[in-house]
């Protein structure tokens, strides 16, 4: 039987244009690290299936343990009160290299 | 050349096809990123070829172009903004962003006045190709102290209203949006500008033997690419003009009036102030009438994301964009050629 061990995944919806402003908050707040994925879909901001490149969202994802995470939860929630477009949601996972995450971003 | 010659362009025609594509719902999909591939060609071939143009230029005329350049691009956003405030269907923080789009430039626009005008065997100067990359930055900035100077404004009216303080969020330095510095280099760092001015000065400065090499990739399959290109716009156009009712119609007519707007004033600028040809006024008053869908965009999300991004892509990509592509450019030809004659 494997042991797994619980962690929190934070997972983010954005436009691209805001991906450097976002790899800068993980890095302050301490993530070890993400993943981004172009995405494609509709919301409240409409349709976002903008394929060609320009004006492309993404969905961005990075684990952390819960009793790190509010401070980069906090960053979001600022940006999201500056009008930024972001939907952020959280769920929980198990992973099996719990180490992994423990090293902060440079 | 008549208007409907220009539509008679086979890249104006593959336009008018992904428009079409993409109202008739076709299954037809370009593979992702093969605009971006298509640009970045497109602006590293006319880069070049204007680069090797101007190495024989004239110092003093490409000086006064650049200033030229630096003044349209700092003067229209501003006719813009108090135009769309004039409208009073944005608030002040839409009518930053998107008059920063009509400042700036768009290089298809551009590329399509070049096809036009080399089928019309109309010769044009180098010089407004040296505008193009300078015109892309100014407008950015402007349309960021518009919008700063609007942020303040309304923070300091919702301040008014909930004294309680709920309308001040605590400022920390990570979220400034970018600090204004940071910003500037942004603008002036923009891909399209780098690929554009580092183009030009390879075309200046390379042996005239090597850049011969060149010419098949730069000069003889440019116009096929550009169909490529403006297929693909078309489809992305058609989409983005599927957004028009939350426009609405005194929006979509500030996307057809301000470039004739912007357009005069170039065509004012090409034709009288920097003394050009036909061809080259021409491309001046594109220049002034076309409005950017690929540096601009991405700058106003990140530094102005209070407006409405559904606004300015639809006001520039989905209205002026077609709309110059198809009346404009040959409206401005026309309007410069009976100034000439």
């Known amino acids: ?106 | 050349m008549s208007s409907l010659n220009n539509l008679l362009l086979p890249a104006v025609l593959f336009f008018a096809l992904g428009c079409i594509a993409r109202l008739i719902k076709s299954d037809l999909r370009f593979p992702p990123d093969l605009a971006k591939v298509l640009s970045i060609y497109l602006l590293m071939a006319i880069g070049l070829h204007g680069g090797h143009e101007l190495a024989k230029a004239d110092f003093v005329i490409a000086l006064n172009s650049i200033m030229w350049a630096l003044v349209l691009g700092f003067t229209l956003p501003i006719i813009g903004y108090l135009a769309l405030l004039m409208t009073r269907k944005v608030n002040p923080m839409d009518a930053a962003a998107i008059s920063a789009h009509y400042g700036s430039v768009s290089a298809g626009t551009f590329l399509t006045a070049i096809a036009y005008l080399d089928s019309a065997g109309v010769d044009y100067e180098s010089y407004p190709l040296i505008m193009l990359a300078v015109m892309e930055s100014p407008a950015i900035i402007v349309g960021l102290i518009l919008a700063a100077k609007a942020r303040q404004s309304m923070q300091a009216d919702k301040n008014g209203l909930s004294p309680d303080g709920t309308g001040t969020v605590a400022a920390n330095t990570d979220d400034n949006n970018g600090g204004f510095g940071g910003l500037m280099r942004d603008a002036f760092t923009n891909g399209s500008v780098v690929i554009l001015i580092g183009s030009m000065i390879i075309g200046a400065i390379s042996m005239p033997s090597g850049m011969e090499k060149l010419f098949p990739f730069i000069d003889d399959i440019f116009m096929g690419v550009l169909c490529l290109f403006l297929f693909e716009m078309g489809m992305v156009a058609a989409r983005r003009l599927g957004d028009f009712r939350q426009v609405g119609w005194l929006l979509a007519a500030f996307g057809i009036v301000m470039p004739l707007v912007g357009g005069m004033v170039g065509v004012l600028v090409g034709h009288y102030i920097l003394d050009f040809s036909v061809g080259g006024a021409t491309l001046v008053a594109v220049l002034g009438a076309s409005a950017s869908y690929i540096a601009v965009p991405p700058a106003m999300r990140l530094a102005v994301p209070e407006a409405n991004p559904s606004f300015y892509l639809t006001l520039s990509l989905g209205i002026t964009f077609p709309f110059n592509v198809m009346v404009g450019i040959p409206l401005y030809h026309g309007v410069v050629q009976s100034l000439a004659t």
Request: net charge neutral; aromatic share 8%.
């Open chain 1, 1 to 106: 039987m494997v042991t797994l061990y619980p962690e929190k995944l934070i997972n983010i919806i954005t436009n691209d244009a805001l991906e450097d402003k976002l790899v800068d908050s993980f890095k302050k707040y301490g993530a070890s690290g993400y993943t981004i994925l172009r995405a494609r879909g509709a919301g409240s901001s409409g349709r976002q299936a903008d394929m060609t490149g320009f004006d492309a969202n993404i969905l961005v994802k990075v684990i952390m343990p819960e009793e790190r995470m509010q401070d980069l939860l906090d960053s979001l929630e600022r940006k999201i009160h500056k009008g930024y477009h972001l939907t952020v949601f959280i769920t929980d996972i198990e992973v099996m290299t719990p180490g992994k995450f423990d090293k902060t971003l440079n």
